[in-house]
């Protein structure tokens, strides 16, 4: 103990002199006098007052603000939360608008067309740079077989390849090993469209046909697969060479496959 009290000897001495001062003082103000040297006394002590007044609001004014700032972080938070929240609601709320209008118009296109069909989901996709084809969840168990027509009411996607009891794989029309009967719907001039991957191209069409970009091309029902008058796809380019017989015609798929999720399975 008296090792500590000698090692903070100065300080102990400043505040004897300051309680000293302070007593001096307040027993002078009681009596109604200030001498000459308690004056200097006086505004001493009353700076230290102030100092230690000003500090202690200040300390409190910033613990009010601390409490106000956390206060209103933790309701930022919560905000934030809530915002979160309802942005994923939304989110799910237009996925199911936009699919129950997607599986609506499969409905009412199912209805337009007397054919037998069955309704899949699109579960797998494969467009890779030598084949073009998707998987539905139906199979030999929903009734569907190889080699019927898969539609949606965009137009025709292509035609069942293989078949499991629960998943069958579908042929797209873009796929190279793809072909099927066309007929232009402006004229009816007919033709033969092979699938070239992105898109698709009408094999051995005379140099006089009269084929022009954006014509429609439609199924014509001669290949014995498709149902007649299903969009198939529309031309994009007509190339025509002298030296050649027949004109290079390329046509863009009527099916946007990058966003293809429902179809129609047509049952023979």
């Known amino acids: 103990m008296p090792g500590f009290i000698a090692k903070r000897r100065t300080i102990f001495f400043i505040l004897f002199l300051l ?43 910033l613990g009010d603000s601390y409490v106000f700032l956390a ?8 905000l934030k939360e809530e915002l979160d929240r ?12 936009i699919e129950n209008e997607r599986l609506r118009d499969t409905l009412n296109f199912k209805h337009m067309n007397p054919p037998a069909s069955v309704t899949a989901q699109v579960i797998g996709k494969e467009l890779s740079p030598t084949s073009s084809t998707i998987t539905i969840n139906k ?20 035609r069942v390849q293989t078949v499991l009891p629960d998943w069958s794989k579908v042929l797209l029309v873009t796929d190279p090993a793809s072909t099927l009967a066309v007929r232009v719907q402006r ?41 007649k008058g299903l969009s198939v796809a529309t031309v994009v380019k007509v190339t025509k060479r002298e030296a050649s017989a027949f004109q290079t015609v390329v046509a863009e798929p009527a099916v ?4 293809l999720e429902e179809v129609l399975v047509f049952k023979k």
């Open 256 to 259: 946007r496959f990058s966003r």
């Open 19 to 61: 309680m000293l001062l302070f007593w001096l003082v307040t027993a002078q103000v009681k009596n109604g006098r200030l001498t000459v040297m308690e004056k200097p006394v006086l505004a001493v002590s009353g700076f230290f007052e102030r100092i230690i007044s000003g500090t202690y609001k200040s300390a409190v004014s």
């Open 139 to 158: 199979g030999s168990d929903d009734g569907v077989r190889k080699g019927m027509p898969v539609i949606t009411s965009a137009g025709v996607v292509g």
């Open 86 to 97: 309802l942005r994923l609601e939304n989110g799910a709320m237009n996925e199911l608008l």
């Open 187 to 227: 004229n009816r001039e007919e033709g033969l469209l092979e699938g070239k991957l992105a898109r698709c191209a009408l094999k051995y069409v005379s140099y006089y046909a009269d084929i022009q970009q954006g014509d429609l091309l439609v199924t014509s029902g001669l290949d014995g697969v498709y149902p």
């Open 71 to 78: 206060r209103t972080h933790r309701e930022n938070e919560k």
